[in-house]
């Protein structure tokens, strides 16, 4: 069965540092990924998708980037965190299509 | 971009009872339909999955989906305190991507 891992689950960092999330896939070839924020009390925002390696389409403008650098790993990056960044960061993945999305565990970022 | 409403909650009802829970969306091209559960400080989880009207049953969980109006619920039955949480509903198109609406809380009293 397919399962997705995400890490770290929390995170505390200053603004103006650097940030990188990992997310991995197993168990499946080939997967849909996908980066989502949610802010204390919102909906979930969409802010990277990739269908394929090196592939990386951006929803919202903002300091944040991804990549995708083997077939089941999308990571997520920053170069200078802002206090705005804070939130619950969630990788997600699916078989493409109309397939749904599975959710990773996620990871709580705070910025001081 | 998809918008997609949910009934604002929160929503508050007996364990037994029926909770009844809401969606519309303004894309009329979308093509399917997914509800999520999400418990407090956790990750979305799927519970239903719907890309054609009418009514689709698992266990206490039913999905209803009527493409005319644009409408998609979620109807749980005899209610259990675990059922407590947040539900999203959430629409995609005819591209990879999903919108979701912002919730609905449901507390489940014993």
């Known amino acids: 069965s397919q399962t997705i891992h995400q890490w770290p689950a929390t995170l505390v960092q200053p603004v103006g540092s650097p940030l990188s999330l990992e997310c991995t896939v197993e168990?499946?070839?080939?997967?849909?990924l996908y980066w989502y924020r949610q802010a204390a009390g919102r909906g979930l925002q969409l802010l990277f998708y990739?269908?394929?390696?090196?592939?990386i389409s951006s929803e919202v403008p903002q300091n944040l980037s991804a990549s995708r650098p083997q077939d089941r790993q999308f990571i997520l990056s920053s170069k200078k965190l802002l206090l705005s960044d804070s939130g619950f960061y969630l990788c997600?993945?699916?078989?493409?299509?109309?397939?749904?999305?599975?959710f990773g565990d996620g990871t709580r970022l705070s910025i001081l | 971009q998809k918008e997609v409403e949910q009934n604002s909650g929160p929503l508050s009802v007996p364990e037994g009872a029926i909770a009844s829970l809401n969606c519309t969306y303004s894309?009329?091209?979308?093509?399917?339909f997914f509800w999520y559960r999400q418990y407090s400080g956790k990750s979305p989880e799927l519970i239903m999955s719907?890309?054609?009207?009418g009514d689709k049953e698992d266990g206490r969980f039913t999905a209803q989906l009527n493409k005319a109006s644009q409408y998609v619920s979620l109807l749980i039955r005899d209610s259990q305190p675990s059922d407590s949480a947040t539900y999203l509903c959430?629409?995609?198109?005819?591209?990879?991507?999903?919108?979701f609406g912002a919730g609905t809380t449901v507390t489940v009293r014993a």
């Open positions: 168990g499946t070839s080939n997967p849909n």
């Open positions: 894309d009329r091209v979308s093509q399917s």
């Open positions: 997600a993945w699916n078989g493409g299509g109309q397939q749904p999305q599975h």
């Open positions: 990739s269908v394929g390696i090196g592939q």
């Open positions: 719907i890309y054609s009207n």
């Open positions: 959430a629409v995609t198109g005819n591209d990879y991507k999903l919108s």
